[in-house]
């Protein structure tokens, strides 16, 4: 779409070059062709704002999954609250479980700021939604001895009247 | 008088807009529901790959169940390597959010893979987005469940 989009203006200014060149008695048809690039270069900046590599929602997206993180790690639940819509499917070690359930559990464990550290994440939005797949490593106690896993996730991310929230979570860990 | 007839507009207004969208939700979680039916109790065990291709957008991803990252190439490139495949869904559930839907389920998965058995169960959690009146499989992610 876009290729089509560059490939249009890339037209519309041949055209209208050829036109100043040699000149043309008929102004209307300047003011039309230059119209022509005018809507042409308008509608490239529109596609560009929606291509997946949009770096405002991406950088947007990226935050907010630090945000839930921080907010994890510290207990933080109106935090959580507010990046989380109310109808989030959330699937945490297998099991499915809702934004009630899972506020409550992070609200009964012990603060721990460094049992999740996150890795490389790619966002690509779409219109008004955003998929984030990445990967985290977390590691916890498990009888004395401090054990590591990595996960790999799917994130979904929608924009609403408030702004993005958290649609869909779910984690798989990856097999060593 | 007038105070009473203005609330009782705005209510039945406010409740009919609230019956129109329950009933567009309601019909795109059929047809999403539908959708998932059709790719992974049909498509994927028949090996299906036209409706495989059509069903899932250029830009999918898949999260494995054993954690790696697949494009939609790689994923239809790996189907390849199946003799056979059985596949259940059960308690599907879907949320939409205007033109995302969230589908979650269960699923058990067997077959034959390179003359080997191989038996899988767990949850997945698919995006699906509508592309110009069509509905499409954006991402998906599987995991064992616990």
Known sequence: MLEQQWALVDYCQRVYACELNFGSDVEPRGIVRFALIAVSILSLLVAWGQDSSDPGTAAAIRALEKQWTVGQARNDNRALDMIFDNALVYVEYGRLVSKAEYLSRIKAQPTNLDQISMEPMTVRTFGNTAIVVGSYKESHMDRGTRTLQQWRFVDTWVYKQKGWVLVAAAATPVAK | ?146
């Open chain 2, 1 to 146: 008088m007038n105070k009473f007839a203005l609330i009782a507009v705005t209510v039945t207004l406010a409740l009919s807009q609230a019956s129109a969208q329950s009933a567009y939700d309601s019909a795109i979680q059929s047809r999403v529901m539908a959708l998932e039916r059709v790719v992974r109790v049909q498509a994927l065990p028949g090996g299906d790959f036209n409706t495989l291709n059509a069903a899932l957008a250029d830009e999918f991803v898949l999260v494995t169940f054993e954690g790696r990252s697949q494009s939609k190439t790689e994923f239809l490139a790996s189907l390849q390597s199946l003799d056979s495949v059985h596949y259940i869904i059960e308690d599907m559930v879907v949320r939409v959010h205007g033109d995302t839907a969230i589908v979650s389920g269960r699923f058990q998965m067997s077959g034959l893979r390179g003359g080997k058995a191989f038996a899988r169960q767990g949850r997945f959690v698919d995006t699906c987005l509508n592309s110009n009146g069509r509905w499409l499989i954006i991402a998906s992610v599987s995991t064992p469940a616990s």
